[in-house]
């Protein structure tokens, strides 16, 4: 994930911790960054919901616009024009939507009942939250310690009309199950996993 930002301009990295923390910041302490790029960690308690970690580390962050992402979703997204299109949408908030493709696949049936088609895996109509955002200091009226992202403070912000959405129409996907892991590490071992936004070794 830190790879991606990289590879685009990003030297700034806060990673909201909790689970096995201290391993994270063990990790990020050891690895040899290239120069000028900072990985730091802040600890934001074990079971803290995703709105509450970014408002625990507003004090670090006062007076810029940022990025934010969950770090289980990789796309080959740019993010410059992310960033673009979140400055031109004059929005608080933007969310990059995806259409990721089913798990399954998904039979065409006809009037009659019979099946006409099987189409494998097809990409959804609809589009759903890709995790990679961009925020002014407004977010943090929208949060509380106890915010669940996803839940209150983007349908606030969709209320008051201003949560912009970035369509990224090409590759994503998410690591939420054991059977995703398997899919993803078996790209990575492709050598040509399709996030590879870099050129050579992720940075380590």
Known sequence: MISIYVAQG????????????????????SMDWPPGVRVECRD???????????KLIE???????FCATYADG????????????????????????????LQFGVA???????????EEKPRLDRWINGGFFCF??????????????EREPLERLAA?????????ERFWDCMDTYKDAVMLEDMW????????????????
């Open 136 to 149: 002014e200091q407004g977010i943090f009226a929208y949060l509380r310690p106890d915010s669940v992202l």
């Open 189 to 204: 071992a492709s050598g040509e996993p399709p996030w590879r936004v870099w050129a050579g070794e992720p940075v380590r």
């Open 74 to 101: 990789v796309a080959d997204i740019d993010l410059g024009a992310l960033v673009r299109s979140h400055r031109e949408s004059g929005a608080i908030a933007t969310v990059t939507v995806v259409r990721p493709a």
């Open 108 to 118: 065409e049936i006809g009037p009659d009942g019979r099946v006409v088609r099987f």
């Open 10 to 29: 990003y030297d700034r990295f806060l990673l909201c911790t909790g689970y096995k923390g201290e391993q994270i910041e063990r990790w990020a302490a």
């Open 59 to 65: 004090d670090q962050l006062a007076g810029e616009s």
């Open 160 to 168: 008051d009309n201003e949560l912009h959405a970035y369509r990224h």
């Open 44 to 54: 934001t308690g074990l079971d803290t919901p995703t709105g509450g970690r970014l």
